[in-house]
Nanobody, 126 residues
Framework: QVQLVEAGGGLVQAGGSLRLSCAAS??????????MGWFRQTPGKEREFVAR????????YYTDSVNGRFTISRDNANNTVYLQMNSLKPEDTAVYYC?????????????????WGQGTQVTVSS
């Protein structure tokens, strides 16, 4: 059973930075076979795609609202995926979730993923 655990959330002022991490663990885990993604959710809204990274880390994709401000990366040796968030805005406030999938997919929808972390709160004050 693969487990994903996020860390790094917190309270930051607008314009600041945070780095989220997501550590994967589990018996027989081969982290490099998983595409990894980050999603976020605010109360009353659907979970939305933020960024994803392919198995080797060579391919990344971002939603328009974070492109140029956020960077997704991964360390397959340490079974960890990161989300570096710069120039944060109040509208980035949300619970951020990491997700993993072995499916051959574009990786931009909730349904593409079958492994999820518990989420970490990011709050950006104005």
């Amino acid at each position: 059973q693969v487990q994903l655990v996020e860390a790094g959330g917190g309270l930051v002022q607008a314009g600041g930075s945070l780095r989220l991490s997501c550590a994967a663990s589990g018996s027989g885990l081969t982290f490099s076979t998983y595409m990894m993604g980050w999603f976020r959710q605010t109360p009353g809204k659907e979970r939305e795609f933020v960024a994803r990274i392919t198995w080797s880390g060579a391919g990344t994709y971002y939603t328009d609202s974070v492109n140029g401000r956020f960077t997704i990366s991964r360390d397959n040796a340490n079974n960890t995926v990161y989300l570096q968030m710069n120039s944060l805005k109040p509208e980035d406030t949300a619970v951020y979730y990491c997700a993993g999938t072995k499916k051959m997919t574009l990786g931009t929808t909730v349904n593409a993923y079958d492994k999820w972390g518990q989420g970490t709160q990011v709050t950006v004050s104005s």
